[in-house]
T-cell receptor, first 112, second 116 residues
Framework: QKEVEQDPGPLSVPEGAIVSLNCTYSNSAFQYFMWYRQYSRKGPELLMYTYSSGNKEDGRFTAQVDKSSKYISLFIRDSQPSDSATYLCAMKSNFGNEKLTFGTGTRLTIIP | DAGVIQSPRHEVTEMGQEVTLRCKPISGHDYLFWYRQTMMRGLELLIYFNNNVPIDDSGMPEDRFSAKMPNASFSTLKIQPSEPRDSAVYFC??????????????FGPGTRLTVL
């Protein structure tokens, strides 16, 4: 079993819809949770990060962490064609180790 | 800042040949990471450095892979001899450890390697 599981999709939704992307994990030591966005033939770029449990909102994006369920989510409101990309979750422990563990990514397409 | 720079952007080589991938991290960053990305396995950490010193190379698949960081502004990942199963996109990333928990890793554009 992988430490981080992520549905690879692909996921296609119409423009303006709410998108929900999710990851589950097994390592209870993970404390920092991140979402990276990767456009085709580009490197991943950090979209959002959260520490421990709770919600964080940034414009149309909301990240949620539920440590009791070992489950994290990214919500995209009013989705736009420019949101079409692969979204990767990533996480790390808080022991001073800089190593990130990534999910395999979900490919998202927003249909105009 | 120009961001993380990788070269070459594309590399096509034949099985058995030596391949060298290069990376220039963002100036001032003290961590450097090498990743490999494939459809089947996703993004895998191969090795990372802190202040030019290798910290964790447990992700390096086998002895054919080696990485060096001779100074703060340059790193190489070498595969010798290369095999078709090494075909993947290789990313370099760098970060600055202001906060040991919440650093941001900045990725380069990647090197697309094809081994025939």
């Amino acid at each position: 079993q992988k430490e981080v599981e992520q549905d690879p999709g692909p996921l296609s939704v119409p423009e303006g819809a709410i998108v929900s992307l999710n990851c589950t994990y097994s390592n209870s030591a993970f404390q920092y949770f991140m979402w990276y966005r990767q456009y085709s033939r580009k490197g991943p770029e950090l979209l959002m990060y959260t520490y421990s449990s709770g919600n964080k909102e940034d414009g149309r994006f909301t990240a949620q962490v539920d440590k009791s369920s070992k489950y994290i989510s990214l919500f995209i409101r009013d989705s736009q064609p420019s949101d079409s990309a692969t979204y990767l979750c990533a996480m790390k422990s808080n022991f001073g180790n800089e190593k990130l563990t990534f999910g395999t990514g979900t490919r998202l397409t927003i249909i105009p | 800042d120009a961001g993380v720079i990788q070269s070459p952007r594309h590399e096509v080589t034949e099985m058995g040949q030596e391949v060298t991938l290069r990376c220039k991290p963002i100036s001032g960053h003290d961590y450097l990471f090498w990743y490999r990305q494939t459809m089947m396995r996703g993004l895998e950490l191969l090795i990372y450095f802190n202040n030019n010193v290798p910290i964790d190379d447990s992700g390096m698949p086998e002895d054919r892979f080696s990485a060096k960081m001779p100074n703060a502004s340059f790193s190489t990942l070498k595969i010798q001899p290369s095999e078709p199963r090494d075909s993947a996109v290789y990313f370099c990333a760098s970060s600055l450890s202001r906060d040991p928990g919440a650093d941001t890793q900045y990725f380069g554009p990647g090197t697309r390697l094809t081994v025939l």
